[in-house]
């Protein structure tokens, strides 16, 4: 059975989930050929200059901070896990994230964990049943408002030039991470 790949970075403490997407949300997206894609180097990653204020907001004790994010360019052999880690570890030095979910599939693949499938975060309630009192996913593409809302989870779409289609289908939409009732 094809599993995500999973780094625990601090405890899980909170009743409270948030679920974050990687790329377009944390970071800037990267477009290739007019499509979305992911960092394939450290130089292309670029962290989203609001990611801070999110790292501000008192309410963020209160939270569990999980990073869910599709990256099949592992399996095409275009990155690999130390790009990976050193990801998270740049992440890590502006946002206190306690686990990082990774699909390192293909759509082809057909597994449970690559979004808009809900393995990652099956995976994370199964291991901590206790902290799903109140879930949020923050996400910018139609996969992270597929998988939330097939686990029931409300949805913030990340505003970005290229997902305006996905306003109406969104719980709300933010236009930064620094919006101070983002977690009320």
């Given at each position: 059975?094809?599993?995500?790949?999973?780094?625990?970075?601090?405890?899980?403490?909170?009743?409270?989930?948030?679920?974050?997407?990687?790329?377009?949300?944390?970071?800037?997206?990267?477009?290739?050929?007019?499509?979305?894609?992911?960092?394939?180097?450290?130089?292309?990653?670029?962290?989203?200059?609001?990611?801070?204020?999110?790292?501000?907001?008192?309410?963020i004790n209160d939270w569990n901070l999980v990073l869910v994010t599709n990256q099949?360019?592992?399996?095409?052999?275009?990155?690999?896990?130390?790009?990976?880690?050193?990801?998270?570890?740049?992440?890590?030095?502006?946002?206190?994230?306690?686990?990082?979910?990774?699909?390192?599939?293909?759509?082809?693949?057909?597994?449970?964990?690559?979004?808009?499938?809900?393995?990652?975060?099956?995976?994370?309630?199964?291991?901590?049943?206790?902290a799903s009192r109140k879930e949020l996913f923050i996400g910018d593409r139609s996969?992270?408002?597929?998988?939330?809302?097939?686990?029931?989870?409300?949805?913030?779409?990340?505003?970005?030039?290229y997902n305006e289609h996905l306003f109406d289908l969104s719980d709300r939409v933010?236009?930064?991470?620094?919006?101070?009732?983002?977690?009320?």
């Amino acid at each position: 059975m094809q599993q995500p790949i999973i780094y625990k970075y601090s405890d899980i403490e909170s009743f409270n989930t948030l679920y974050l997407d990687r790329d377009g949300v944390l970071n800037r997206a990267v477009i290739r050929q007019g499509e979305i894609s992911s960092p394939r180097d450290i130089i292309e990653f670029n962290v989203s200059p609001d990611i801070s204020a999110l790292a501000k907001n008192p309410l963020i004790n209160d939270w569990n901070l999980v990073l869910v994010t599709n990256q099949p360019d592992l399996s095409r052999n275009l990155i690999d896990l130390d790009l990976i880690e050193s990801i998270n570890e740049k992440i890590l030095s502006f946002l206190p994230i306690n686990m990082a979910y990774i699909c390192p599939h293909l759509a082809k693949h057909k597994c449970r964990c690559r979004k808009p499938n809900t393995g990652m975060i099956d995976e994370f309630r199964l291991s901590y049943p206790e902290a799903s009192r109140k879930e949020l996913f923050i996400g910018d593409r139609s996969t992270d408002l597929e998988c939330a809302k097939a686990l029931d989870i409300p949805f913030l779409l990340r505003q970005r030039h290229y997902n305006e289609h996905l306003f109406d289908l969104s719980d709300r939409v933010i236009e930064n991470l620094g919006i101070p009732d983002i977690l009320d």
